[in-house]
């Protein structure tokens, strides 16, 4: 087996029947969740606007790709609530508890604070997901996107993997956007080979439209650590240097 087909293997995950009636069960409460928000803003102290950074408590937010939750977590501390928000990961919850030291605890105190955790969730097929299918939200985010270390990183088959891996995020988000107001967020390294990626290229060839471009400091996300999340050190953090968070929207009808 090559290693791309290793890879493409790793990926696929099957929900059973009973983790599908749990999600069914937590959508109803996420879109009661959102009725009740929107009756009850200037009567609840819950709907008062905080922002940090890019994201507002008033956003639904789906978050994509979550290594050891925590960049969910800074969010959802500084919200005081994370009922708005839907934060997912590729791997299994044994898997991040085994790649992660602080995976479970983080999870457990988003779950306190409201969120939607989904595991085994594809960034290239996530628009298929029986659960986020019926969801729009108004900010997809995906922070370091990245297929794993099966090649040498500046490889053209480690680039032509992870282009692989971006376009299809951007094609599925795309899907899930609301189409008032809504963005997607990609924070990216920059430099070599990261410049190869052909990040806004492939963004405008799917009909999305670049917003902003931003500097990326993980200071502005208390309590963030970014993790390699691949290989004996999954749990360690890797040298960010000069990195960019993309916003694309969709284009005005």
């Given amino acids: 087996m090559g290693k791309e087909e290793e890879y493409q293997e790793r990926e696929s995950n099957v929900e059973t029947d009973e983790e599908e ?5 937590r959508e109803s409460n996420f879109e009661t969740d959102e009725e009740e928000e929107e009756e009850d803003d200037d009567d609840d102290d819950e709907g008062e ?6 994201y507002s408590s008033r956003h ?4 994509v790709g979550e290594g050891d939750f925590s960049f969910s977590l800074s969010l959802a501390t500084h919200f005081g609530s994370a009922r708005n928000m839907v934060a997912t990961s ?46 729009r939200f108004d900010r997809i985010v995906y922070n370091f996107p990245h297929v794993g270390f099966l090649f040498r990183e500046d490889s ?36 070599h080979p990261y410049n190869k990626w052909d990040l806004v290229r492939k963004a405008h060839k799917i009909g999305l439209l670049l917003t902003q471009t931003l500097p990326f400091r993980k200071d502005d996300y208390p309590g963030y650590d970014n993790k390699r999340a691949h290989g004996t050190l999954s749990d ?13 929207r969709l284009p005005s009808c």
């Fill in 49 to 54: 606007e905080k922002w940090r950074m890019h």
């Fill in 156 to 191: 053209y088959c480690q680039i032509q993997l992870n282009k692989r891996l971006v376009k299809g995020f951007l094609q599925n988000a795309k899907l899930l956007l609301k189409k008032e107001g809504g963005e997607i967020h990609i924070t990216h390294k920059e430099g």
């Fill in 21 to 25: 009636e749990e999600y069914q069960e």
């Fill in 90 to 135: 590729l791997d299994s919850q044994e898997k991040i508890d085994s790649k992660y030291s602080n995976a479970i605890g983080n999870v457990r105190e988003l779950e306190e604070r409201g969120c939607i955790v989904i595991y085994g969730v594809d960034a290239k097929q996530m628009s298929q997901h029986f659960f986020l299918s019926t969801q």
């Fill in 236 to 248: 360690a953090s890797f040298h960010l240097g000069d990195c960019t968070t993309y916003k694309f």
């Fill in 60 to 63: 639904r937010i789906l978050l």
